[in-house]
């Protein structure tokens, strides 16, 4: 079945066909290289997010993303440093460089990129977190919850202080949680939340993707790729930030010798045919978690329509075009 969906946003990817968007080697050729194989699996505008690491490389790796001059780059998205240095709930970010969060630290940052953050991921408990929360928010910039430990109480006061979204919920948390209270129960209870989630088969299995969006409801659900370098690519070695991460091959990106995934693979096309396959949502009801949804949580707008083919049996969106 032939559709058209609007250009669809990616609020978070960390790099894509080879290119990391955290590497000291990233040029404007090789993000332009990037956008282009984004494109062509139907995103027309996202969020390159950079991970926690030193200072001066965030700065450096800025400086090109907002060189780059491309309108399909809506703003960057930090994630980190201010995040848990807990083990499984920090991920792959590397716990040298998380600090604590502050406006100096923050501003710093921001004006190392022109002002072009628009969106920030930290976790809650952080010391200075919920006054640097307040302080973006007056400021324009979004926030997200992830990559925490919370406990009920400090994930109430920043949502509270005004974060919105919870960062790939079910991920970025520690690998064993008490039944309740964790996390997740709290963010996906808390109706002024919209969550973002990685939907490839390897972050969450399809029951609990299933169980968020009904919880949730689908106008309150993003879908991310979280993607790294390895995007698009064969299996192998890459690297996000100068983290060796192997893809494997089934897909799955991970931390050699760790039970723990380090981003994604994924590509936003493939995203709205597993969550349409998990969820028996209508193909028009997951695109737009792709898409208008998350623009709309920016504050923005989609760019261009993308054409494509849905194959409701395989469960399968095959781009044909991309318009505008």
């Not at 079910?170 to 997740?184: D, E, S, T, V, Y």
Request: hydrophobic residues 45%.
């Amino acid at each position: 079945m032939r559709v058209e969906l609007p250009g669809l946003f990616d609020l978070q990817v960390n790099g894509f066909a080879g290119v990391d968007f955290n590497s000291r080697e990233v040029t404007a050729d090789l993000v332009a290289h990037a956008l282009e194989r984004m494109r062509a699996t139907g995103v027309t505008r996202c969020l390159p997010t950079l991970i926690t690491g030193p200072f001066d490389l965030f700065a450096a790796c800025v400086r090109v993303l907002t060189a780059v001059g491309d309108p399909a780059i809506a703003g960057i998205h930090m994630e980190g440093p201010y995040i848990s240095p807990a083990e499984g709930a920090r991920g792959a970010h590397p716990p040298a460089h998380i600090v604590h969060a502050s406006r100096d630290d923050f501003d710093r940052r921001q004006e190392a990129c022109d002002g072009r953050i628009r969106l920030v991921t930290l976790a809650p408990e952080v010391p200075g977190a919920i006054r640097l929360i307040e302080y973006l928010v007056q400021s324009g910039v979004r926030v997200a919850i992830g990559h925490t430990a919370a406990t009920p109480q400090a994930i109430a006061d920043g949502i509270a202080a005004g974060a919105t979204l919870a960062t790939h919920l079910g991920n970025g948390c520690p690998q064993m949680l008490p039944r309740h209270p964790n996390p997740i129960w709290e963010l996906l209870a808390a109706d002024e939340v919209l969550i973002s989630v990685i939907v490839d088969g390897h972050h969450l299995p399809a029951a609990t993707v299933k169980a968020m969006v009904r919880a949730k409801g689908a106008a309150r659900t993003i879908l991310v790729t979280d993607a790294i370098a390895a995007a698009g690519c064969t299996p192998g070695p890459y690297a996000i930030g100068g983290v060796v991460c192997e893809l494997d091959g089934n897909g799955r990106v991970g931390l050699p010798g760790t039970p723990y995934l380090a981003g994604s693979a994924l590509t936003m096309d493939r995203a709205i045919g597993i969550a349409a396959r998990f969820t028996g949502l209508p193909i028009a009801d997951v695109a737009a978690m792709a898409s208008t949804i998350p623009a709309r949580w920016l504050g923005d707008a989609t760019a261009g329509t993308v054409v494509a083919d849905w194959d409701e049996e395989r469960w399968e969106l095959r781009v044909v075009s991309v318009r505008g």
